[in-house]
């Protein structure tokens, strides 16, 4: 039962991601709102409100229509337009930054939300005027209701300013890298955390049992909860081989174990690798990686030409990798002391591998970019302080091809004199 509860609050946080949650959700709230304003209109509140505070009834059928059809044209209007805004603004930033950035601005929840009042209140005032009974009398007129949908179209046109003011603001470059950067070192944060109290100390897996993907996709998450209660309650230990944000084939290793596990067991223990055809930063931080690198070199080509852009892309991968040098390349979970559970990673030298390389091919010409990036490898190789050795070799052989890359493509010679001194540190 508990691991069904888990499953199904894991569905939910990835149903609320779809970019049509928000807006159904609240559509259907408008609806209902509609549904019980024409239940108290029918208990009289109207001829109440009319008897004792006027103001707050429109007594006027024609005015009411005119009211109505007006807020009804001028919310699919203004649907229009923020849909066509929206549809320009992320054809810009695929074209200037990269297509990657777009699932992040599409899913944005704020904008979700207003496009859901929008949803909402058009369905509130489309069933409102259908409960107008044009023979009747002044309180059989829902003249209340008609005041409340006054009331949205005013928070309608509060959301659409905001709506204007809030895009605007996502869509530049800065914000973009600083949105992907937070979620990536947030992620970051709860991985370090997560190790804190490890024990690396796990035992040679070479001849476990080695169990398939049943799936084929991105690999997004792994929910670690019930895959720990698994191993205690079967007295065993699981090494996952596969590494969380990679494409995973049918058939291909998914994870090692040291006993074997029945046909049922199984099920259950594969439901727990959640597999996707998106990739998802909150859950995967190489990614926050990827789409900074891929707009450090989008500035760089000869279209765009915004080296400015470009170094502030390598200020925040700076931060970041400082911050993946306090994770270790493998993640241990315990029980008791128990090391239970091996996940393996992207290893910090292939990380900055991936990195390093596009942005050193496509800005090894350019002195000031190269300059930048070996500040970077100092910060990470001399003052960040690791104590992984394997980590901060890792950067040294980075500052040498970055090194033979710029002697290549660089022929000033005050310029070449400029980046040895630079790396005098790594006693090129």
């Known amino acids: ?73 001028g919310l699919i209007s203004i649907m229009v337009f923020s849909f066509s805004m929206v549809m320009v603004l992320l054809n810009q930033a695929s074209s200037n930054f990269s297509p990657r950035v777009l699932p992040g601005l599409i899913s944005n929840k704020r904008h979700q939300k207003i496009l859901g009042i929008y949803n909402a209140t058009l369905l509130y005032c489309i069933f409102t005027m259908v409960s107008i009974e044009p023979d009747g009398d002044k309180y059989q007129l829902p003249g209340f209701s008609v005041l409340l949908a006054i009331v949205l179209m005013v928070v309608c046109l509060g959301a659409f300013i905001y709506f204007i003011h809030s895009i605007s603001q996502e869509i530049q470059v800065h914000n973009i890298m600083q949105r992907i950067f937070s979620e990536a070192k947030n992620r970051l944060d709860q991985l370090i955390t997560s190790e804190k109290d490890g024990d690396h100390d796990f035992p040679d897996t070479d001849n476990w049992t080695t169990y398939n993907s049943v799936s084929t996709g991105f690999l997004q998450d792994i929910i670690l909860d019930p895959v720990l209660e698994f191993a205690k309650n079967n007295d065993c230990k699981c090494h996952v081989v596969a590494i969380k944000g ?16 029945e046909k ?14 998106d990739e998802v930063i909150e859950n995967n931080y190489v990614l926050g990686f990827k ?8 500035a760089m080509s000869p ?32 029980h008791n002391d128990d090391a239970l559970i091996k996940i393996n990673s992207v290893s910090f030298k292939d990380l900055l591998f991936s990195v390093l390389a596009p942005i050193r091919t496509y800005a090894k010409h350019d002195v000031v970019v190269v300059v930048k990036l070996i500040h970077m490898l100092n910060h990470l190789a001399f003052t960040v302080g690791c104590k992984n050795k394997t980590y ?37």
């Open 1 to 73: 039962m508990k691991n069904i509860i888990v499953s199904g609050f894991e569905y939910l946080k990835k149903l609320e991601s779809k970019i049509a949650f928000y807006p159904t959700v609240y559509s259907l709230v408008g609806v209902g709102f509609a549904f019980f304003m024409f239940y108290i209109e029918n208990k009289g509140v109207s001829a109440y409100l009319m008897d004792h505070v006027p103001l707050l009834v429109i007594n006027n059928t024609e005015t009411a229509f005119s009211i109505l059809t007006t807020f009804i044209a």
């Open 246 to 261: 990679q494409y995973i084939y049918k058939d291909k290793p998914l994870f090692k174990c040291n006993a074997e596990i």
């Open 264 to 277: 049922e067991a199984l099920e259950d223990l594969l439901s727990f690798f959640q597999f996707s055809r």
């Open 291 to 298: 789409q900074i690198t891929e707009i450090a070199v989008k």
């Open 303 to 334: 279209g765009i030409n915004d080296p400015g852009t470009t170094e502030i892309a390598i200020d925040y991968l700076t931060e970041l990798f400082e911050k993946r040098m306090q994770k270790q390349d493998v993640s241990i979970l315990q």
């Open 392 to 428: 901060v070799n890792a950067v040294h052989e980075e500052a040498s091809k970055l090194f033979e890359d710029a002697k290549k493509a660089i022929t000033n010679p005050e310029d070449v004199k400029l980046i040895t001194l630079q790396l005098k540190p790594f006693n090129l």
